[in-house]
């Protein structure tokens, strides 16, 4: 037997001793275990109901026996690399897990300081929300008074427009039916006032105006208060004679434009119906139009007396109607055709087909079915019959 076979079995037996050890230590490890267990579901028992702790509680595994510490020198060389292998990878978990540990503490943080920024972001969001939302409220409603206060004009405008219309249109039948008092007389009056005298009554209203002051340097409140109050009313009365004047103004320059308006459209007509230019008839009011005895787009320098140029503008010369050809024969060739080189070409090439007989026709055969009638043309200084009545 060689020394390593030796040295084996040594080994083998010294691990069975090692095994058979451990036994017989967990042996009375769970004796013990089991009557501490015994003990503690006795005075569970024993214990009042008040005290019975929570089913998780009763559940829970006892923690596992410690370690047996193994002395080194009693080990062999593969199991002490075995065990410093296995403290090696102890300390690499420990410390594996201390660092997941921190890295884990660590995103807890970022998490919580992100979640406390999130939650600053939505309060400031929701305070701006509520701002913005005031903000809102108080545009839609200015715009609802702005919208309320554009429809209340609107409506008065409109109102104003149908009040003028109406009183247009009753002034317009007082003026067809007559009811308009002739005021001519006072106008011929007022226009005798020359310019000194409007000047002289301006200055006397302005001076009485200036004499009216009073001083109210003395007065009572109350009685300031009545002064106050009916100037106010002198200044509203002023102001609507004022728009009043103003109105009456507007309607009485309508009036006139639209008397012009018709006066202008009635020379016109009457223009057209003269025959003349409606443009000068409508211009010129005080005298008749003009009336052309020549054309305007004649250049050249005429030295007839008016009483020729008018004769002949109003008699124009006119040149004959053409003659008429009587007869049923076929005209000349020369009719109606141009003496061009390029026509006659093109006419030579697009020249369609002409049947010709290949048999000559003769006696009745050859005979027309209509006799024909010879053509009359008339000389060139014959004029072309009258019409028959």
Not at 18 to 35: H, R, W
Not at 89 to 118: F, G, I, M, Y
Not at 340 to 356: D, I, S, V
């Amino acid at each position: 037997m060689s020394d390593e076979e030796e040295y084996s079995e040594e080994e083998i037996i010294e691990e069975e001793e090692e095994e058979v050890a451990a036994e017989e230590s967990a042996a009375p490890a769970e004796p013990a275990a089991e009557a501490e267990t015994a003990e503690a579901e006795v005075e569970e028992e024993e214990a009042p109901v008040e005290d019975a702790p929570a089913p998780e509680e009763r559940k829970a595994r006892p923690p596992p026996p410690p370690e047996k510490e193994v002395d080194p020198t009693t080990l062999t060389e593969a199991e002490q690399a075995m065990l410093a292998a296995k403290k090696r990878h102890e300390e690499e978990e420990a410390a594996r897990s201390q660092e997941v540990e921190a890295r884990r503490k660590q995103e807890l943080a970022t998490v919580d300081e992100e979640l406390r920024a999130l939650k600053e972001r939505q309060i400031e969001r929701k305070k701006q929300r509520e701002v913005e939302e005031a903000e809102m409220a108080e545009r839609r409603r200015k715009d609802e008074q702005r919208r309320r206060e554009e429809e209340e004009a609107r409506k008065a405008k409109i109102e104003a427009q149908k009040r003028a219309k109406e009183e247009e249109k009753l002034k317009r039948q007082q003026v067809m039916a007559g009811a308009f008092v002739n005021t001519s007389a006072n106008v011929g009056r007022k226009k005798e006032r020359t310019e000194e005298q409007h000047q002289e009554a301006k200055r006397n209203y302005i001076a009485s105006l200036q004499n009216s002051k009073q001083d109210v340097s003395n007065l009572l409140p109350n009685d300031l208060k009545a002064k106050i109050k009916q100037l106010h009313s002198r200044i509203l009365k002023l102001e609507s004679d004022k728009y009043d004047l103003e109105k009456r103004h507007e309607r009485q320059d309508y009036d006139l434009k639209e008397l012009n308006e018709r006066t202008s459209q009635a020379a016109r007509k009457k223009a057209i119906a003269m025959g003349v230019d409606p443009e000068e008839g409508e211009s010129s009011g005080i005298r008749p139009p003009k009336i052309n005895v020549a054309s305007k787009y004649d250049r050249r320098v005429d030295h007839r007396g008016y009483g020729d140029r008018r004769e002949l503008f109003e008699n124009p010369f006119q040149r004959p109607d053409p003659a008429i050809v009587h007869g049923s024969g076929r005209p000349p060739p020369e009719w109606g055709r141009k003496n061009l080189e390029e026509l006659e070409q093109l006419r030579k090439n697009l020249e369609p087909f002409r049947y010709q007989e290949q048999v000559k026709a003769e006696g009745e055969a050859a005979r027309p079915p209509v006799p024909v009638i010879p053509l009359q043309i008339p000389a060139e200084n014959e004029a072309a019959p009258a019409p028959a009545e």
